[in-house]
């Protein structure tokens, strides 16, 4: 019996001959007969050439994190086939470039139980090449590899072709409309070829349509960001070029539209200057950048703490030290981030733990900065950056914009009207002074010395004390006023035995394995979003629990030694991974299950290639 809409499959080759091109094709036609979708993008720190490659989970099932495991492989050339062979599932399929391997060779390098499938790649795009009259242009038309070997998975999987079809005429628009044809043509040879040879029928899995009427949007981390960014009302925005946050900024570059002026600067602090000066003159604003170029970023931090000034800060963390992987994961900058800038000074860290929550914590970042007038730090990371997710629609019914204690211009003249001088850093209860921006009618200061309440220089020690507690004030007034969806999320039941505890990315692969584990152990998951100020009520969770394990993508466990500090709770058992690729569902389900039965107190996972 087939095994229906429960696929992983995985497409890869040379980088540039349109890998990425070939999974969004496959990921759109699935997502547009009802099915869930969840893929990641893999690839080289080089523009062409490295292996690249694209994993992508199918279901009929919400699902939030890839497979190491492979149900239907293919490949355009020989470094995919012999990556990848070892992790195709007993009963998978690999299509292959039938001249690069004969089937005897192919078949002496896998087990005997996997379908191979010899394509005829040259021999489709000659023939196309020949219908279209473009024989010269042989080496060009090498592009429609992508489309051949999405067309043969569909016809392995018996999906009709015309869901595929007209995921196309989406696809070869404007001036590539003239583009169609030729592939619908290359396309349909490879589908032919297929079940012409009775692959279809020799191979366990299928994919069929599913009758559900429930709205669904396919996108990735960035693009969710830079719509939150669009919804929040941000309308100014820099960035440096830099993998792989920039492409949240050309998403907001190719619709200016939306009204979200977007600038490349010429260097990270450039980048968070521009964003402190627009933010002063009252729009909202942002930076996007990732670890190298945050580091860039400390001393401009600990300006617009000093002046009080809301900017939010987008770093999608990659592979460290230095450049360390540059196109790679890692949720190395934990610590870094709580500290960024020298001495101290007010800031919130968030982070989100997928798609969704991208959207809507970027909203609440916007808020948060506005209504606490401090620097924000929204720390993404680059699982979440290159994944890409089915999710419902984003709701803006509940959306609203806080933009704190900001004075009108009528606000001004009542309080000039009544003989007062504008005090720019007001000492208040709660930290948080009325504010105004450049070009209202007032006049107030702003240094990177410290200052008074006008903003004029001041090393006064009085003064100095009473400011610093008024700044650090406004870490106490947002941990009181931050509501708690907002701070931290507890999944799976109440009565927990085992607690597993992490932040980001973590929160995909742990929820996906969640149910299964609670057939065996009364397990929750404990997603932490609040960074900064840490929310110390969480250690009521943490001290329910007879096993505390903390998962993270870093060496040390950051996330640990951060609620030791605020906590007093030593948690001893660990579960990382710092390889520079995601935690899967597989592994960290055998990782949390060893962890338990083994009683291994630090177990590194190595999954990936």
């Known amino acids: ?218 996108l990735g981390g960035t693009t969710a960001t830079a719509i939150g960014k669009i919804a929040a009302g941000c309308r100014f925005q820099t960035y440096y070029p830099i993998t792989p946050a920039s492409d949240e900024s050309e998403y907001l570059e190719a619709h200016p539209e939306y009204g979200v002026i977007t600038i490349q600067t010429e260097d990270e602090i450039a980048a968070i200057c521009m964003a402190i000066g627009a933010s002063l003159a009252g729009v909202r604003s942002a930076t996007s950048t990732s670890g190298p170029g945050f580091s860039l970023m400390a001393e401009a931090q600990g300006w617009a703490g000093n002046n009080e000034v809301p900017v939010v800060i987008f770093n999608y963390q990659r592979g460290g030290p230095s450049t360390g992987l540059p196109t790679r994961h890692e949720q190395g900058d934990l610590e870094f981030a709580l500290h960024a800038g020298h001495s101290e000074f007010p800031r919130i860290v968030l982070s989100p733990g997928d798609i969704e929550e991208s959207f809507y914590l970027t909203i609440e970042a916007f808020n948060l900065a506005d209504k606490y007038q401090l620097p924000v730090i929204f720390l993404s990371d680059k699982a979440i950056a290159n994944s890409i997710q089915t999710v419902k629609p984003f709701d803006l019914s509940g959306v609203k914009i806080d933009r704190g204690n900001l004075l009108s211009d009528n606000d001004i003249k009542e309080i000039l009207n009544n003989g007062k001088v504008y005090k720019r850093f007001l000492f208040t209860e709660n930290g948080i002074s009325p504010r105004a921006v450049l070009g209202q009618d007032v006049v107030f200061w702003n240094t990177g010395d410290e200052h008074d309440e006008l903003g004029h220089i001041s090393e006064d020690p009085v003064n100095r004390n009473k400011m610093f507690d008024k700044r650090m004030r406004k870490l106490e007034t947002a941990l009181r006023e931050i509501p708690t969806e907002l701070k931290y999320k507890l999944y799976g039941p109440q009565d927990f035995e085992y607690l597993i505890v992490g932040w980001g990315s973590v929160k995909g692969p742990v929820l996906d394995i969640l149910d299964e584990l609670n057939q065996y152990y009364k397990l929750a998951f404990l997603q932490i979003i609040l960074l900064n100020p840490f929310p110390t009520e969480v250690a009521n969770i943490l001290n329910k629990a007879k096993v505390i394990i903390d998962v993270e993508m870093n060496y040390s466990g950051q996330l640990a030694k951060l609620i030791r500090k605020q906590t007093g709770i030593n948690i001893s058992k660990k579960i990382v991974k710092f390889n520079g690729r995601p935690i899967s569902r597989t592994e960290i389900k055998k990782a949390i299950i060893d962890s338990i039965n083994l009683e291994k107190e630090r177990i590194v996972l190595e999954a990936g290639v």
């Open 1 to 218: 019996m087939k095994k229906v809409n429960q696929l992983n499959w995985l497409i890869g080759g040379a980088q540039g001959t349109g890998v990425d091109s070939s999974a969004m094709t496959f990921a759109k036609t699935c997502a547009s007969i009802g099915l869930y979708v969840f893929g990641k993008r893999e690839y080289h720190s080089n523009i062409k050439g490295a292996h690249s490659y694209y994993p992508l989970s199918i279901s009929d099932k919400y699902i939030r994190s890839h497979s190491d495991y492979t149900d239907l492989l293919a490949t355009f050339d020989k470094e995919t086939f012999l990556l990848h062979k070892d992790f195709v599932v007993s009963n998978g399929a690999i299509i292959f470039d039938k001249d690069l391997f004969t089937l005897d060779e192919a078949r002496s390098m896998v087990n005997n139980d996997i379908l191979l499938i010899p394509l005829p790649y040259n021999d489709i795009i000659k023939e196309t090449a020949i219908q279209f009259q473009k024989e010269k242009e042989y080496s060009k038309l090498q592009i429609m590899r992508n489309v051949i070997a999405v067309s043969a998975s569909f016809a392995l999987l018996n999906l009709n072709f015309e869901y595929l079809k007209k995921v196309l005429e989406t696809v070869f628009v404007g001036r590539r409309a003239k583009l169609l044809d030729m592939n619908l043509f290359a396309g349909s040879k490879a589908y032919q070829y297929i079940l012409q040879n009775n692959y279809n029928d020799k191979f366990n899995y299928e994919l069929k349509p599913i009758d559900n009427k429930e709205e669904r949007i396919l």
